[in-house]
């Protein structure tokens, strides 16, 4: 496997997403820019935004004044709900706050009611086509609610993006995701793990880092994209220092073996 294939993985469609990057949730004004603009120093290249987060703004300004070239950042917002009819001009103020011609992804934020989801869905797989965004999903759906996309449009959303964590980790979810192509985003990777977990401890310590980085360690390893935020500098230089070492599969089993599910 070469680093690009170790770090990123592939959407439908073909276009690569690098399995962790930024969440950018409470990151606004100058501590969130300076929260950005730090990532993207330390090699970050993949920011998770929304609408609802009122800082593409902030996103945009941290990407321009960073130097990295635009195409080498995935960029991904989010339509909140309540839009639906009002979907294209929304995802033109995501554009015109980040100050991008497109974004790499593009999801529904929420599951908006049944009877518009299809509508909102159809208008998404329509601004993919034109070019605005590069991969289009949701977030916050079930499988039933992919399968009504599916069976609708016949097209899968690229990815949904989910509370994940090794206190929710559930192999039949994983599975139901890659049958149909989807790829599983884990939100909230911290605030769902308990980070004093002696299992979580033990593993932490055989290798030297921190509980912290054996969760995101954990994600890259089932081929989950993981987007821990942090404000602080010193956390988001851990929290992407995660390919110095590799959890054994008897580890891996042990910390799905957290799970609640
Ligand atoms: N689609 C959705 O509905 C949805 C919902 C929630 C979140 N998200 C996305 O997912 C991203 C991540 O989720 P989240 O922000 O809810 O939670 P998270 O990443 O699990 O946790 C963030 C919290 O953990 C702390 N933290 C970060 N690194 C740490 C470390 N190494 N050691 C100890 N504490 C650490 C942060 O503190 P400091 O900042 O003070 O360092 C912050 O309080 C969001 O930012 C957002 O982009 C999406």
Known sequence: MTQTQERTVALSGGVRMPLVGLGTWQLKGNRGYEAIRHALDVGYRHLDTATMYENESDVGRAIRDSGVPREEIFVTTKLPPGREGRERKTLAASLKNL???????????????????????????????????????????????????????????????????????????????????????GYSPFKRTRLTDPVLGGIARAHAVTVPQVVVRWHVQHRIVVIPKSATPERIETNFDVYGFSLSDEEMSRIDGLSRR
């Open 99 to 185: 100050g991008t011609g497109y974004v790499d992804l593009w999801l529904i934020h929420w599951p908006p009611s049944r009877e518009s989801s299809i509508g909102t869905w159809r208008e998404l797989l329509a601004v993919r086509d034109e070019g605005l965004a590069r991969a289009v999903g949701v977030s916050n759906f079930s499988t039933a609610q992919i399968d009504e996309l599916i069976a609708a449009t016949g097209q899968a959303p690229a990815v949904n993006q989910i509370p994940w964590s090794p206190a929710s980790y559930d192999a039949a979810q994983v599975a139901q995701s890659r049958e149909r192509g989807v790829v599983l985003e």
